[in-house]
Protein backbone atom coordinates (compact mmCIF):
# COMPACT_ATOMS: atom_id res chain seq x y z
CA UNK A 1 0.00 0.00 0.00
CA UNK A 2 1.20 3.22 -0.60
CA UNK A 3 0.32 6.47 1.76
CA UNK A 4 0.83 9.78 0.94
CA UNK A 5 -0.09 12.61 3.36
CA UNK A 6 0.50 16.12 3.29
CA UNK A 7 3.18 15.85 0.81
CA UNK A 8 5.61 18.89 -0.67
CA UNK A 9 7.72 19.22 -3.00
CA UNK A 10 9.30 22.15 -4.53
CA UNK A 11 12.27 23.29 -6.46
CA UNK A 12 13.97 26.79 -5.44
CA UNK A 13 10.80 29.30 -5.14
CA UNK A 14 8.84 26.77 -7.34
CA UNK A 15 5.87 24.62 -5.64
CA UNK A 16 5.92 21.49 -7.90
CA UNK A 17 3.85 19.40 -5.64
CA UNK A 18 1.09 20.78 -2.99
CA UNK A 19 -0.57 18.80 -0.25
CA UNK A 20 -0.71 15.76 -2.13
CA UNK A 21 -2.95 13.00 0.00
CA UNK A 22 -2.94 9.75 -1.69
CA UNK A 23 -3.88 6.29 -0.78
CA UNK A 24 -3.30 2.96 -3.20
CA UNK A 25 -4.13 -0.11 -2.23
CA UNK A 26 -2.80 -3.32 -3.19
CA UNK A 27 -3.64 -4.33 -6.61
CA UNK A 28 -5.24 -1.54 -7.86
CA UNK A 29 -4.36 0.03 -10.64
CA UNK A 30 -3.91 3.46 -10.54
CA UNK A 31 -4.23 6.39 -12.59
CA UNK A 32 -2.24 9.68 -12.71
CA UNK A 33 -3.30 12.32 -14.92
CA UNK A 34 -2.78 16.01 -15.69
CA UNK A 35 -1.61 18.50 -18.12
CA UNK A 36 2.13 18.87 -18.93
CA UNK A 37 3.45 20.09 -15.40
CA UNK A 38 0.97 19.43 -13.68
CA UNK A 39 3.18 17.35 -11.12
CA UNK A 40 2.83 13.74 -12.64
CA UNK A 41 6.26 12.37 -13.14
CA UNK A 42 7.21 14.35 -10.01
CA UNK A 43 5.34 12.39 -8.09
CA UNK A 44 5.87 9.05 -9.14
CA UNK A 45 9.63 9.68 -9.07
CA UNK A 46 9.21 10.29 -5.25
CA UNK A 47 7.09 7.37 -4.89
CA UNK A 48 10.12 5.51 -5.75
CA UNK A 49 12.76 7.70 -3.82
CA UNK A 50 14.24 9.27 -6.67
CA UNK A 51 13.01 12.44 -5.75
CA UNK A 52 13.27 13.66 -2.62
CA UNK A 53 10.52 15.63 -0.82
CA UNK A 54 10.52 18.64 1.40
CA UNK A 55 7.63 18.17 3.56
CA UNK A 56 4.78 15.33 4.23
CA UNK A 57 5.27 11.61 4.78
CA UNK A 58 5.38 9.30 2.01
CA UNK A 59 5.34 5.33 2.54
CA UNK A 60 5.05 2.28 0.71
CA UNK A 61 4.21 -0.52 2.78
CA UNK A 62 5.44 1.33 5.89
CA UNK A 63 8.44 2.23 4.41
CA UNK A 64 8.98 6.57 4.52
CA UNK A 65 11.64 7.46 1.90
CA UNK A 66 12.10 10.43 3.71
CA UNK A 67 13.44 8.64 6.80
CA UNK A 68 16.00 6.70 5.51
CA UNK A 69 19.43 6.41 4.38
CA UNK A 70 20.43 6.40 0.66
CA UNK A 71 21.48 2.90 0.69
CA UNK A 72 18.57 1.63 2.86
CA UNK A 73 16.38 3.12 -0.30
CA UNK A 74 18.73 1.61 -2.65
CA UNK A 75 17.36 -2.08 -1.21
CA UNK A 76 13.45 -0.15 -0.71
CA UNK A 77 13.76 0.26 -4.92
CA UNK A 78 14.04 -3.69 -5.63
CA UNK A 79 10.20 -3.53 -4.57
CA UNK A 80 9.48 -1.09 -7.31
CA UNK A 81 9.68 -1.63 -11.28
CA UNK A 82 9.57 0.64 -13.35
CA UNK A 83 8.81 1.98 -17.08
CA UNK A 84 9.27 4.42 -19.19
CA UNK A 85 8.07 5.91 -22.26
CA UNK A 86 10.92 5.23 -24.72
CA UNK A 87 11.79 1.57 -22.76
CA UNK A 88 15.73 2.78 -22.04
CA UNK A 89 17.04 -0.33 -23.17
CA UNK A 90 20.77 -0.85 -23.68
CA UNK A 91 21.16 -1.02 -27.40
CA UNK A 92 24.47 -3.54 -26.90
CA UNK A 93 22.95 -5.95 -24.85
CA UNK A 94 20.51 -8.68 -25.91
CA UNK A 95 17.00 -8.92 -25.35
CA UNK A 96 18.23 -11.52 -22.36
CA UNK A 97 20.96 -9.53 -21.19
CA UNK A 98 18.39 -6.17 -20.95
CA UNK A 99 15.89 -8.66 -18.34
CA UNK A 100 18.93 -9.93 -16.17
CA UNK A 101 20.87 -6.78 -16.01
CA UNK A 102 19.25 -5.78 -12.81
CA UNK A 103 19.72 -9.27 -11.14
CA UNK A 104 23.04 -9.00 -12.56
CA UNK A 105 23.68 -6.00 -10.17
CA UNK A 106 22.21 -7.60 -7.31
CA UNK A 107 24.67 -10.44 -8.02
CA UNK A 108 22.14 -12.84 -8.40
CA UNK A 109 23.17 -16.88 -9.17
CA UNK A 110 23.57 -17.34 -12.82
CA UNK A 111 20.98 -20.77 -12.44
CA UNK A 112 18.55 -18.18 -10.73
CA UNK A 113 18.90 -15.47 -13.53
CA UNK A 114 18.74 -18.02 -16.04
CA UNK A 115 15.91 -19.36 -15.00
CA UNK A 116 13.69 -15.93 -14.39
CA UNK A 117 14.83 -14.10 -17.49
CA UNK A 118 12.89 -16.79 -19.67
CA UNK A 119 10.15 -17.13 -17.63
CA UNK A 120 9.54 -13.26 -17.77
CA UNK A 121 9.60 -13.66 -21.63
CA UNK A 122 7.40 -16.62 -21.84
CA UNK A 123 5.05 -13.85 -19.28
CA UNK A 124 5.30 -10.90 -22.13
CA UNK A 125 5.13 -13.59 -24.76
CA UNK A 126 8.44 -12.74 -26.36
CA UNK A 127 10.40 -15.77 -25.81
CA UNK A 128 11.39 -16.04 -29.73
CA UNK A 129 13.63 -13.02 -29.53
CA UNK A 130 15.47 -13.87 -26.22
CA UNK A 131 19.04 -13.33 -28.58
CA UNK A 132 17.95 -10.51 -30.40
CA UNK A 133 19.17 -6.80 -29.34
CA UNK A 134 17.02 -3.91 -29.33
CA UNK A 135 17.07 -2.10 -32.71
CA UNK A 136 15.75 -5.27 -34.22
CA UNK A 137 12.57 -5.00 -32.53
CA UNK A 138 9.11 -3.10 -32.37
CA UNK A 139 8.49 -0.57 -30.39
CA UNK A 140 5.73 -2.59 -28.48
CA UNK A 141 8.33 -5.23 -28.13
CA UNK A 142 10.98 -2.92 -27.11
CA UNK A 143 8.18 -2.18 -24.09
CA UNK A 144 7.74 -5.74 -23.60
CA UNK A 145 11.24 -6.07 -22.99
CA UNK A 146 10.98 -3.55 -20.38
CA UNK A 147 8.21 -4.65 -18.53
CA UNK A 148 10.12 -8.13 -18.03
CA UNK A 149 12.93 -6.54 -16.80
CA UNK A 150 10.82 -3.71 -14.38
CA UNK A 151 9.71 -7.43 -13.13
CA UNK A 152 13.04 -9.52 -12.50
CA UNK A 153 13.14 -8.43 -8.97
CA UNK A 154 9.51 -9.41 -8.07
CA UNK A 155 8.42 -6.22 -7.35
CA UNK A 156 5.36 -5.43 -5.76
CA UNK A 157 4.31 -2.33 -7.29
CA UNK A 158 5.02 -1.37 -11.11
CA UNK A 159 5.68 2.38 -12.22
CA UNK A 160 4.78 3.35 -15.60
CA UNK A 161 5.15 6.74 -17.11
CA UNK A 162 4.01 7.34 -19.96
CA UNK A 163 4.40 3.79 -20.79
CA UNK A 164 2.04 3.90 -24.06
CA UNK A 165 2.56 7.11 -25.31
CA UNK A 166 5.16 6.27 -27.78
CA UNK A 167 3.10 3.42 -29.53
CA UNK A 168 0.26 3.14 -31.92
CA UNK A 169 -3.36 2.37 -30.81
CA UNK A 170 -2.86 -1.24 -31.33
CA UNK A 171 -0.22 -1.65 -29.82
CA UNK A 172 -0.94 0.34 -26.77
CA UNK A 173 -3.81 -2.21 -26.54
CA UNK A 174 -1.80 -5.18 -26.15
CA UNK A 175 0.31 -3.71 -23.83
CA UNK A 176 -2.58 -2.77 -21.90
CA UNK A 177 -3.86 -6.15 -21.60
CA UNK A 178 -0.52 -7.56 -21.11
CA UNK A 179 -0.29 -5.03 -17.74
CA UNK A 180 -3.41 -6.27 -17.10
CA UNK A 181 -3.09 -9.71 -16.60
CA UNK A 182 -0.02 -9.01 -14.87
CA UNK A 183 -1.51 -7.30 -12.57
CA UNK A 184 -4.42 -9.63 -11.75
CA UNK A 185 -1.96 -13.15 -12.37
CA UNK A 186 0.79 -11.41 -9.91
CA UNK A 187 -1.29 -9.65 -8.08
CA UNK A 188 1.17 -6.43 -8.52
CA UNK A 189 -0.30 -2.87 -7.89
CA UNK A 190 0.30 -0.41 -10.98
CA UNK A 191 0.51 3.46 -11.22
CA UNK A 192 -0.16 4.49 -14.42
CA UNK A 193 0.92 8.13 -15.39
CA UNK A 194 -1.09 9.22 -18.43
CA UNK A 195 -2.57 12.33 -20.89
CA UNK A 196 -4.52 9.54 -23.09
CA UNK A 197 -7.78 9.36 -21.11
CA UNK A 198 -9.08 6.68 -23.05
CA UNK A 199 -6.60 4.41 -21.14
CA UNK A 200 -7.73 5.98 -18.10
CA UNK A 201 -11.31 4.73 -18.69
CA UNK A 202 -10.75 1.23 -19.81
CA UNK A 203 -7.58 0.25 -17.52
CA UNK A 204 -7.96 2.16 -14.51
CA UNK A 205 -9.21 1.26 -11.19
CA UNK A 206 -8.97 4.78 -9.66
CA UNK A 207 -7.42 8.36 -11.17
CA UNK A 208 -5.84 11.15 -9.22
CA UNK A 209 -6.23 14.17 -11.34
CA UNK A 210 -3.48 16.92 -10.81
CA UNK A 211 -3.73 20.46 -11.34
CA UNK A 212 -0.39 23.11 -11.07
CA UNK A 213 0.70 20.28 -8.40
CA UNK A 214 -2.96 19.77 -6.45
CA UNK A 215 -5.22 17.06 -6.66
CA UNK A 216 -8.44 18.31 -7.86
CA UNK A 217 -10.28 15.36 -7.98
CA UNK A 218 -9.78 11.62 -7.22
CA UNK A 219 -11.67 7.90 -7.20
CA UNK A 220 -13.01 5.46 -8.62
CA UNK A 221 -12.70 5.86 -12.60
CA UNK A 222 -16.49 5.52 -13.67
CA UNK A 223 -17.63 7.65 -10.64
CA UNK A 224 -15.33 10.58 -11.75
CA UNK A 225 -16.52 10.63 -15.20
CA UNK A 226 -19.70 10.10 -14.45
CA UNK A 227 -19.82 12.72 -11.92
CA UNK A 228 -17.93 14.95 -14.47
CA UNK A 229 -15.87 17.62 -11.88
CA UNK A 230 -14.13 20.41 -13.10
CA UNK A 231 -11.25 19.46 -13.48
CA UNK A 232 -12.21 16.20 -15.95
CA UNK A 233 -13.79 18.97 -17.86
CA UNK A 234 -10.96 21.09 -18.14
CA UNK A 235 -8.87 18.01 -19.19
CA UNK A 236 -11.34 16.65 -21.53
CA UNK A 237 -11.83 20.32 -23.59
CA UNK A 238 -13.70 19.83 -26.30
CA UNK A 239 -13.77 16.24 -26.47
CA UNK A 240 -16.51 15.98 -24.10
CA UNK A 241 -18.07 19.21 -25.30
CA UNK A 242 -21.99 18.23 -26.78
CA UNK A 243 -23.81 21.03 -29.17
CA UNK A 244 -27.06 21.67 -27.80
CA UNK A 245 -30.71 22.87 -29.08
CA UNK A 246 -31.21 26.40 -28.47
CA UNK A 247 -34.70 26.46 -27.51
CA UNK A 248 -36.45 23.57 -24.91
CA UNK A 249 -34.69 22.51 -22.31
CA UNK A 250 -32.31 19.70 -22.47
CA UNK A 251 -31.91 17.09 -19.89
CA UNK A 252 -28.93 14.58 -19.40
CA UNK A 253 -29.94 11.25 -18.06
CA UNK A 254 -26.75 9.14 -16.73
CA UNK A 255 -27.04 5.44 -16.46
CA UNK A 256 -25.66 3.44 -13.99
CA UNK A 257 -24.23 -0.01 -14.81
CA UNK A 258 -27.41 -1.84 -13.28
CA UNK A 259 -29.52 0.23 -15.60
CA UNK A 260 -27.50 0.69 -18.63
CA UNK A 261 -29.48 -1.90 -20.28
CA UNK A 262 -32.78 0.01 -19.10
CA UNK A 263 -35.72 0.95 -21.39
CA UNK A 264 -35.93 3.97 -19.78
CA UNK A 265 -36.57 6.41 -22.94
CA UNK A 266 -39.48 4.16 -24.22
CA UNK A 267 -41.37 3.37 -21.18
CA UNK A 268 -41.15 6.61 -20.19
CA UNK A 269 -42.89 7.92 -24.00
CA UNK A 270 -44.99 5.08 -23.54
CA UNK A 271 -46.45 6.48 -19.51
CA UNK A 272 -45.86 9.96 -20.16
CA UNK A 273 -47.06 10.66 -23.27
CA UNK A 274 -45.16 13.43 -24.29
CA UNK A 275 -42.78 14.17 -27.07
CA UNK A 276 -39.43 14.86 -26.64
CA UNK A 277 -36.29 14.82 -29.15
CA UNK A 278 -33.28 12.49 -28.68
CA UNK A 279 -30.43 15.25 -28.43
CA UNK A 280 -27.42 12.79 -28.09
CA UNK A 281 -26.10 9.31 -26.49
CA UNK A 282 -23.36 7.47 -26.02
CA UNK A 283 -21.87 4.22 -23.89
CA UNK A 284 -18.92 3.41 -22.39
CA UNK A 285 -16.50 0.97 -20.95
CA UNK A 286 -15.05 1.88 -17.65
CA UNK A 287 -12.64 -1.18 -16.76
CA UNK A 288 -15.14 -3.83 -15.89
CA UNK A 289 -18.38 -1.37 -15.60
CA UNK A 290 -20.23 0.54 -18.27
CA UNK A 291 -21.56 3.80 -18.10
CA UNK A 292 -24.15 5.31 -20.73
CA UNK A 293 -25.08 8.73 -21.31
CA UNK A 294 -28.19 10.26 -23.16
CA UNK A 295 -29.61 14.17 -23.44
CA UNK A 296 -33.04 14.83 -24.16
CA UNK A 297 -35.18 18.26 -25.29
CA UNK A 298 -38.61 19.00 -24.15
CA UNK A 299 -40.90 21.67 -23.90
CA UNK A 300 -40.44 23.62 -20.47
CA UNK A 301 -43.64 23.25 -19.54
CA UNK A 302 -42.49 19.01 -19.18
CA UNK A 303 -39.56 19.25 -17.37
CA UNK A 304 -41.36 18.97 -13.95
CA UNK A 305 -43.09 15.66 -15.21
CA UNK A 306 -40.23 14.16 -16.74
CA UNK A 307 -38.14 14.86 -13.52
CA UNK A 308 -40.11 13.70 -11.36
CA UNK A 309 -40.65 10.04 -13.57
CA UNK A 310 -36.65 10.01 -13.69
CA UNK A 311 -36.79 10.12 -10.26
CA UNK A 312 -39.20 7.18 -9.34
CA UNK A 313 -37.37 5.01 -11.55
CA UNK A 314 -33.80 6.30 -9.35
CA UNK A 315 -32.49 7.77 -13.01
CA UNK A 316 -29.66 10.11 -12.58
CA UNK A 317 -30.71 13.93 -14.33
CA UNK A 318 -29.72 17.11 -14.85
CA UNK A 319 -30.76 20.41 -16.57
CA UNK A 320 -28.21 21.29 -19.13
CA UNK A 321 -27.69 25.34 -20.10
CA UNK A 322 -26.23 26.13 -23.09
CA UNK A 323 -23.55 28.68 -22.17
CA UNK A 324 -24.65 32.56 -23.65
Known amino acids: MIEIHNLQKSYGDI ?8 TIDDGEIYGL ?21 NFGSLKVNGFDIKEHSDEEI ?15 LMERKTVYQNVALPMECWNYPKAEIDKRVKELLKIVDIEDKIHEKPRSLSGGQKQRVAI ?30 LLRKINETLGIAIVFVT ?9 CHKVCILENGEIMAKGVVSDIFSNQPQALKNLLGE ?7 SHGINIKITYSEANVNDRVLSDMAQKLDIGF ?3 WAKTEQYSDRVLGWVILNVDEENVPIVGKYLDDV ?6 LYNEQ
Open 74 to 88: RHFRKNIGMIFQHFS
Open 314 to 319: SARWEV
Open 148 to 177: ARALSLNPKILLCDEATSALDPKTTQSILL
Open 33 to 53: VGRSGAGKSTLLRCINGLEKY
Open 195 to 203: HQMSIVRQF
Open 15 to 22: NILKNIDL
Open 239 to 245: EEEEVLP
Open 277 to 279: SLV
